[in-house]
């Protein structure tokens, strides 16, 4: 197109009116900030609204816990003389005269506790009993 010619004016005229033409608004792109200074898409960070649901519950995880802190051994140690005993009182019931019942103790204490439960199991076994230490027994003799 020549300069100056009718179809250059044209041309000239609807450039012109394209860049005064009022723009759009555009939104806040991903990550700009906006004028009230907090950002833009907030969904996209998570991670502190996570961290703070997780210090939220582990205080009221703490607070609801004792104050006195059982090691782990002690645990199992306990959850082993309570099975060493739940297991003893089962095989009686069921078999009150079988030869099974010296094995019951330790197996139910490892069940519960482990090794750490078998352990004390025995520990108050021979605690509870005076005759465990190095005394001779001598046997009844029972009537029929």
Do not use: C, D, H
Request: hydrophobic share 40%; aromatic share 2%.
């Amino acid at each position: 197109m020549k300069k100056g010619s009718a179809a250059a004016k044209a041309w000239g005229r609807k450039m012109k009116a394209l860049r005064n033409k009022p723009k759009r608004k555009t939104s806040t792109k991903k990550g700009g900030v906006r004028k009230t200074a907090r950002r833009a898409y907030k969904g996209l960070k998570k991670v502190s609204r996570k961290t703070k649901s997780i210090k939220r519950s582990k205080s009221k995880r703490e607070s609801m816990k004792l104050g006195i802190k059982i090691p782990s051994i002690a645990k199992k140690a306990a959850l082993g003389i309570g099975g060493a005993a739940l297991a003893t009182a089962i095989i009686s019931v069921v078999m009150p005269n079988s030869s099974m019942s010296k094995f019951a103790a330790p197996a139910g204490a490892y069940a519960l506790g482990g090794i750490e439960g078998v352990i004390g199991s025995l520990a108050i076994n021979m605690l509870g009993n005076g005759s465990a230490s190095n005394t001779v027994v001598v046997p009844r003799l029972e009537v029929l």
